[in-house]
């Protein structure tokens, strides 16, 4: 025969019914396991919302990290670009200093313009006169054409509706034609100024030498200036004439000539020379 429990209190019995005890032990179980779960799930969501902090934090400071990043690369690229800079106007400087003396130079011809234009019809008709001179003392190779040119230079410059300007660019073509002739080779076919008038090839190497050739080639003859008159040539000296009109006239490739010369070397490159200088 089981037994009934029973409980004291304040000196008394107090009885226990059966089923309540299995009932109490349910409820000491229920309070044994949601307390540590509840605790559990409350340091789990604690440990999630400093993970998503410090995940936050860390975004925030790799945000920063790339920032500072950008920025040191832009401050390297301007210290690159203004080195760059400093390099070029360091190689600019010396051209900058050639445009302002050139600069300074130009502002001094204008302000003496109105002195130069004055003095420009009198040393229009000098260097005028000195080309004509030079023409008339030159080997007289294409004598015609070029005293003709001369001639139409002293037309120009009396004429009124010229301006300085286009009678200044007249006189600078007609030195640069006579000066130009002391650096070309030329042939060419024309009549020879003597009491036959026979055609002839003329070969002409720039001031130095001024040549003949009848186009059988039996006679031939070089200018001598001291004498002012053609020289004859022996037959060696045509072959070598004959060479030079082909070697002009591009039949025969560039070589060097033996032939006597019209004036000594030094004698056409002075002359040139001081009518240049003047």
């Known amino acids: ?93 010396p051209q900058v200093e050639s445009l302002e003396q050139k600069l300074g130079e130009r502002e001094n011809a204008i302000a003496t313009l109105a002195e130069t234009g004055e003095a420009l019809p009198g040393l229009l008709n000098d260097m005028t006169e000195r080309l004509s001179a030079w023409v008339e003392q030159d080997i007289p190779f294409l004598r015609d054409e070029r005293l003709a040119r001369v001639a139409s230079l002293e037309s120009d410059l009396v004429n009124p509706s010229l301006s300085d300007s286009a009678k200044l660019e007249k006189v600078l073509g007609a030195w640069k034609a006579e000066l130009n002739y002391g650096r070309e080779l030329d042939a060419w076919r024309s009549t020879l100024d003597d009491e036959g008038g026979r055609q002839v090839d003329f070969l002409r190497m720039g001031r130095v030498g001024w040549y003949y050739l009848t186009p059988d080639g039996q006679e031939g003859g070089v200018w001598d200036v001291a004498s002012s008159e053609w020289k004859p040539l022996d037959a060696g000296a045509r072959k070598e004439l004959a060479k030079g009109l082909r070697i002009v006239r591009d039949q025969r490739a560039p070589e060097l000539l033996n032939l006597p010369l019209s004036q000594p070397l030094s004698a056409a490159a002075e002359s040139q020379a001081q009518e240049g200088r003047s």
């Open 1 to 93: 025969m089981s037994r009934i429990p029973t409980t004291r209190r304040n000196g008394g019995v107090r009885r226990v019914l059966p089923g309540a005890l299995p009932a109490l032990g349910l409820l000491l179980a229920s309070f044994s396991v949601v307390g540590p779960v509840s605790a559990q799930s409350e340091l789990e969501q604690e440990a999630l919302q400093a993970q998503q902090t410090q995940a936050e934090l860390q975004a925030k400071i790799d945000a920063a990290d790339e920032s500072v990043r950008e920025r040191i690369a832009e401050l390297r690229q301007a210290e690159e670009e203004a080195r760059r800079l400093e390099s070029y106007n360091h190689a600019l400087a």
